[in-house]
């Protein structure tokens, strides 16, 4: 069981836009690690999606952005397309585990 | 271009070991810091090792003790011996290559290359 908690499934139509939600607590986001997102379309291996919070690698779409706030992150996808039909997941770390990383458990989002 | 290959992946029986490799191109695996991933038939990510440039290493705690990761500078590649393999070791094992992010009040790492993965199952 994970300690970064998203929603397993999210739904749009093409154009609308979607969030995912990553709630923590104070030992991971609410402690100021920052929050990273990965993208995995079905049948490959996840992409970095945003790193730091906030920052896009080159190549990521502006369509996708994130924010945190207290001990919560969020993703947002505008100008949903049928391409960002795949699974998010959050990641981050946490001074409660003995690993220094951890995983969000992931959301669906499928583009209808 | 910075890349990476899984291999070793396969079949076992409960009990037995089993070595992944992880060869880098691109960049040398001695400089930087290199995980191990996995994910489960149908579940999330799940973090499983890492080795540092310095060498340390560290496990999740589902693998402490029966997994080890290790790294061959001479042939850029990242290794992980797994022992004593259990049902629930089943899964696609991806490595990846870290970087090091400076926030505002904590370090982190996030990982931006990935390989394919590797897929290991685990029954009798």
């Known amino acids: 069981q994970s300690v970064l908690t998203q929603p397993p499934s999210v739904s749009g139509a093409p154009g609308q836009r979607v969030t995912i939600s990553c709630t923590g607590s104070?030992?991971?986001?609410?402690?100021?690690?920052?929050v990273h997102w990965y993208q995995q379309l079905p049948g490959t291996a996840p992409k970095l999606l945003i790193y730091?919070?906030?920052n896009r690698p080159s190549g990521v779409p502006d369509r996708f952005s994130a924010s945190t706030s207290g001990t919560s992150a969020s993703l947002a996808i505008t100008g949903l397309q049928a391409e960002d039909e795949a699974d998010y997941y959050c990641?981050?770390?946490?001074?409660?585990?003995?690993?220094?990383?951890?995983f969000g458990t992931g959301t669906k989002v499928t583009v209808l | 271009e910075e890349q990476l290959e899984e291999s070793g992946g396969g079949p076992v029986p409960p009990g037995d070991s089993l070595r992944l490799s992880c060869a880098a191109s691109?960049?040398?695996?001695?400089?930087?810091?290199m995980s191990w991933v996995r994910q489960a038939p149908g579940k999330g990510l799940e973090w499983v090792s890492v080795?540092?440039?310095?060498?340390?290493?560290y496990y999740a705690d589902s693998v402490k003790g029966r997994f080890t990761i290790s790294r061959d500078n001479s042939k850029n590649t990242v290794y992980l011996q797994m022992n004593s393999l259990r049902i629930e070791d089943t899964a696609v094992y991806f490595c990846?290559?870290?970087?090091?992010?400076?926030?505002?009040?904590?370090?982190?790492?996030?990982?931006?290359?990935w390989g394919k993965g590797t897929s290991v199952t685990v029954s009798s």
């Open positions: 990641q981050s770390s946490d001074n409660r585990l003995s690993g220094p990383y951890v």
């Open positions: 104070s030992s991971n986001i609410g402690a100021g690690y920052d």
């Open positions: 080795i540092h440039s310095g060498g340390s290493t």
């Open positions: 691109g960049f040398t695996v001695s400089g930087t810091y």
């Open positions: 730091g919070n906030i």
């Open positions: 990846a290559r870290e970087a090091l992010w400076f926030g505002e009040s904590m370090e982190t790492y996030y990982m931006y290359v």
